[in-house]
């Protein structure tokens, strides 16, 4: 996946609802999350219209965000998944 064009972050909210969120447009795609400070998360959402496979995806964001603990949830949508 290749990034087109520049990554949009926000710092935003009040109270315990605030933090960062990011999006960025990818070739055939878009990465996009949000890093929730109150409760110390993170919620990326990748989709693409490429397959790709998640598992680098989980893979990048240990690396990148260390977190203690991750739960991936995989939807495959479209026609692709209609023809598996």
Known sequence: ???????????FGKDD???FSFQTHLSTSHLCGHLA????A????CFSCKEYDPA??????RLYFLPSGVERVTI???ILSQLK
């Open 42 to 45: 993170a919620f990326l959402d």
């Open 56 to 61: 680098v995806v989980e893979a990048v964001a």
């Open 37 to 40: 400070e109150e409760i110390d």
């Open 1 to 11: 996946m290749e990034q087109y064009g520049k990554t949009r972050i926000q710092y």
């Open 17 to 19: 609802k605030k933090g």
């Open 76 to 78: 495959r949508r479209g």
